[in-house]
């Protein structure tokens, strides 16, 4: 079965901690995104990765950090320095980047205490 | 910079036709629209991609004009199951670089 997996599905954490989200695909495709969504807003681009080993800041990357060491996974560390952490958190894969469509995960929904 | 605007909420009654339109000003000729559904706590699904014209497929049509301002994404028939927001997406290169702009999202309420 292809898709995108988020884990996990809700989170919660202290002020002040690193929290790690996962964002794992099967379906070899070589771009991830990660995306930020607060209630009753659009989507905000964190980070995206075109290839393995390389990553490009989105608009509101402050804050966050990824890695790209595997194709299949981009996962997405929120630092104890992001202001606002509590957030929808989105994942994201295309078999490219620019006019390919972006397949998306369910969302791991942070919450900071 | 390239900005999108969508309509904050729509209504409409099952079996009508729904039109919900982005505004994505300073876009380039090759710069591809795309539309997303989302339902709530759910990831944003693709419903339809294009950069010209008109493109359709079997849920959906999408219209841009000449201009390329704006684009209209197009719902059939709705039903009751298609209550949920929708996003329009604009890929904007630069340099070789890419910027994804989405739009603020059109709740839409299909009612019985």
């Known amino acids: 079965d292809g898709g995108i997996t988020q884990s996990p599905k809700y989170l919660f954490r202290k002020e002040g901690q690193n929290v790690t989200l996962s964002c794992e695909q099967n379906?070899?495709?070589?771009?991830m995104y990660w995306y930020r969504q607060d209630p009753g807003q659009g989507l905000r681009l964190i980070y995206y990765?075109?290839?393995?080993?390389?990553?490009q800041k989105g608009d509101i990357a402050e804050g966050y950090s990824v890695s790209r060491e595997k194709k299949e996974s981009f996962p997405l560390t929120v630092t104890s320095a992001q202001k606002n952490p509590t957030a929808f958190y989105l994942c994201a894969s295309s078999p490219g980047t620019e006019t390919d469509t972006q397949y998306f995960g369910p969302g791991t929904r942070l919450t900071v205490l | 910079l390239a900005k999108t605007t969508q309509p904050i909420s729509m209504d409409s009654y099952e079996g009508q036709e729904v039109n919900i339109t982005c505004s994505h000003n300073n876009i380039a000729t090759n710069d591809y629209i795309t539309w997303y559904q989302q339902f709530p706590s759910q990831g944003p699904r693709f419903i339809i991609q294009?950069?010209?014209t008109k493109v359709t497929n079997e849920v959906a049509s999408l219209f841009i004009p000449a201009d390329r301002k704006s684009s209209t994404l197009s719902l059939p028939r709705v039903s009751l199951s298609d209550t949920a927001v929708y996003y329009c997406l604009v890929v904007v290169t630069t340099s070789g670089t890419y910027k994804y702009i989405f739009g603020t999202g059109t709740r839409l309420k299909v009612l019985a």
């Open positions: 379906l070899n495709h070589d771009a």
């Open positions: 294009g950069y010209k």
């Open positions: 990765s075109q290839i393995v080993n390389d990553f």
